[in-house]
């Protein structure tokens, strides 16, 4: 790409710029349609769901948004490093970073594999790491951003055969934590949510009717229940909040 059309981009762009990993369905998709509809331009990060980017893209240009898929795997830091410059180069800047991108593969634990252990923590918890050491590089020049991670009621509640799960998000709320301290006066703000029960499809095979007596509003949770949530977070009308961990659950502890 030349000198020129750089500058273009650069200024033909002149929205809030948003990554989200794990944009190609679910609560990733809800997340990048809210984004976009408050205003900013959003890069769909995928890595084998191109069909699925594809329809989110769709769907952020219908209500009036613009944005581009990007294929790559989060557990590969210097890929993830590698995008985060050429986004920074080809926009200008980084605004706004949201690590949804997360895996399942429950099981018992004194029956779970090393694999399966290792797969679950290296998607969210250095996934977590991959990109957002590299995306406070970049804001740090310009002493603003907002950064929201998607965690789980699995963090901060028992649940049986999520072990690995449980220990991604936990680490990945403490992490977000503590960076957010060490940033701070920096302007950068760093938040979690912290979902329940949404209609995705990592719940499609579970009991539903017997999972809504467990929770007190007796319903399970829309995916742009949690993005609302996101953009608040990521907007100025969150501009005294950080460190936080906010729960979307329907009211299950």
């Known amino acids: 790409m030349t000198t020129s059309n750089q500058e273009n981009e650069k200024k033909e762009n002149n929205k809030k710029i948003a990554i989200v990993t794990g944009g190609s369905k679910g609560i990733g998709r809800a997340i990048c349609i809210e984004l976009a509809g408050r205003g900013c331009y959003v890069v769909i990060n995928y890595m084998g769901d191109k069909k699925g980017a594809e329809q989110t893209l769709s769907l952020v240009e219908e209500v009036g948004g613009r944005g581009e898929i990007y294929q790559f795997d989060v557990r590969n830091g210097g890929a993830a490093e590698k995008v985060i410059d050429d986004i920074s180069d080809r926009l200008g800047r980084i605004d706004i970073l949201v690590n949804n991108a997360g895996i399942i593969a429950d099981g018992l634990f004194m029956m779970m594999s090393q694999k399966n252990w290792q797969s679950v923590i290296d998607t969210s918890l250095n996934g977590f790491y991959n990109m957002t050491r590299p995306v406070i590089e970049k804001m740090v020049r310009n002493r603003s ?68 007596t467990m929770i007190p509003m007796a319903r399970i949770g829309r995916p742009d229940e949690v993005a609302r949530v996101v953009g608040f977070l990521c907007s100025e009308d969150a501009s005294y909040m950080t460190g936080q961990i906010i729960s979307v659950n329907g009211g299950m502890f």
């Open 145 to 212: 951003g907002a950064i929201v991670s998607i965690s789980s009621a699995a963090s901060l509640m028992a649940n049986r055969g999520q072990a690995n799960y449980a220990a991604a998000k936990a680490g990945l709320n403490a992490a977000s934590r503590a960076v957010a301290s060490e940033v701070a006066r920096l302007g950068i703000r760093i938040n979690v949510v912290a979902p329940g029960l949404i209609e995705t499809d990592m719940i499609a095979d579970a009991p539903k009717d017997h999972i809504k």
